[in-house]
Each structure stands twice: as C-alpha cells, then as structure tokens.
C-alpha cells in the first residue's frame, strides 16, 4: 500500500499477471490417470479379443468387463493408497505435536535454525521462530511444512480420490465400447473412437503443463495405438494357436 492508501500500480498489476497452475495434483493425477489407464487398457482388451477372431458379442462383454473390473479396481487402489498415505502424515503431525508440547524450545531452536541456514540472521531467525510458536496449531502448520513438507490443511481425501478414479476410468473404458453398443460390428470405429479420445486427453492435459497441446496429444494417442497394435497381434497370435 501507498502513503495515500492505494495499492502500488506495479504491485497490482505483477499480482494479476503472475499467477501459477495448480501443481498439488489432488484431483489432477487420479483423474487424468483413470482416464488414460480406461482407454489404453480397454482398446487393448478389446483389440486383443477381436484379434483372436471373437465375434463381436464377445468383444462387447469383454469390453463391458473390462470397464467395471477397472473401474472398481482404480477405486479401490486409489483410495487405499491416498487413506494410507493420509494416516501416515497424521501420524507424524501427531509425533511433531508431542514434541511441541514436550520440548517447545528445543522447537524454536530448530525453527531458527532452519531459518539460520537459509541465509536468515540468526537473531532474526529466532525472532521469527519464537513469535511463530505463540500459536502452537500455527507452530504445528509451519513445523510440517518446514520439516516434511505438508500442509496440514490441505491432505488428499481418500474418497475424492477414490471417486475421481472410477469416474475417469470408466468415461476412458466406454468410449471403445460406445461404437458397439450402437450396432457396429466391426473393430475399426472403436479404435477411431479411443484414439480420437487419447489425442483430446492429451491436449486437455497440456492445458496445466509446458507441454504443446499438439505434442501431448499425438504422444497420447502413439502410445494407446501402439498398445492397440501389439495386443491386437497378440491376440492373433494366441488364436491361431488356440484354434
């Protein structure tokens, strides 16, 4: 602010100009994961079944299969993960708690030491350090941002993560199925319709990233149709020595 009140015209507008994507990833990795993982993983069910010269009954179900099976298991994984790695920080919030009560100047000192060897004078540091520690749930906040570097206001949920996974996974898995479910009987379309989706997955990605959305897109939809290709040889291999 300015001597008349007004904020600095310079500040105000570096303010407005310099912002950041959001880097945490909280819904980001499960959603774009599931998304990713429902597409590859189920044109590639679906190209190796159809590549062992199964009708398209057979490709449907399985597709079907593949999608629910996935989606469950995305669910389930993601969750357990998050909630586990979730009861993990609260348990060491719980250790730096006890030794905010037990040892509160052992404490500042080593606030003010970690401040110390970032360049901070050290009777600054300790300054700093010890008006912080006035309040011990603020003291607990910058404690665990400093030394294991969490936000304790900011954990990852289990459900939404949970939640975002099956979601993402099954809108990836449908899409290869969709062509199907409306009468085809033919491999071409559903493969058309994966990959078009892995190109716009990869091109919504690139929105948060350095990335071109050209760039992310193409490398998305190489790798599902490479997935495709060998599953599809795969399946015809098995086939022929089957039959």
């Known amino acids: 602010m300015s001597e008349a009140g007004v904020s600095d015209p310079t500040h105000v507008a570096h303010r407005d100009n310099h912002t950041h994507?959001?880097?945490?990833?909280g819904w980001l990795r499960p959603a774009v994961f599931g998304a990713m993982d429902g597409l590859v993983s189920n044109l590639g069910l679906m190209t190796g079944v159809a590549g062992s010269s199964a009708a398209p009954q057979t490709i449907v179900i399985s597709g079907l299969a593949g999608?629910?099976?996935?989606?469950f298991?995305?669910?389930?994984?993601?969750?357990?993960?998050?909630?586990?790695?979730?009861?993990?920080?609260?348990?060491e919030l719980e250790v730096e708690r006890r030794e905010l009560r037990r040892s509160p100047r052992e404490e500042v000192r080593e606030l003010a030491a970690l401040y110390e060897a970032r360049g901070v004078d050290a009777r600054l540091a300790l300054q700093v350090a010890e008006q912080l520690h006035r309040d011990p749930e603020q003291a607990l906040e910058i404690h665990a941002?400093?030394?294991?570097?969490?936000?304790p206001s900011d954990l990852p949920s289990p459900a939404v993560a949970a939640v975002s996974s099956f979601i993402s996974f099954s809108a990836g898995a449908v899409l290869p199925v969709l062509p199907y479910l409306?009468?085809?009987?033919?491999?071409?379309?559903?493969?058309?319709?994966?990959?078009?989706?892995?190109?716009?997955?990869?091109?919504?990605?690139?929105?948060?990233?350095?990335?071109?959305w050209w760039f992310s897109g193409l490398r998305q939809l190489g790798l599902g149709a490479a997935a495709a290709g060998v599953t599809y040889g795969l399946g015809a291999l098995f086939g022929v020595a089957v039959g």
């Not at 994507?21 to 990833?25: E, F, K, L």
């Not at 941002?145 to 936000?151: M, N």
């Open 73 to 91: 298991s995305m669910a389930a994984g993601e969750y357990t993960s998050v909630a586990s790695q979730r009861e993990l920080v609260l348990a």
């Open 21 to 25: 994507r959001d880097v945490n990833g």
């Open 182 to 212: 409306f009468g085809t009987t033919v491999l071409w379309p559903a493969v058309v319709l994966a990959l078009l989706g892995l190109f716009l997955c990869g091109a919504v990605v690139a929105r948060v990233t350095a990335r071109p």
């Open 145 to 151: 941002r400093e030394e294991l570097g969490i936000d």
């Open 67 to 71: 999608l629910a099976a996935g989606a």
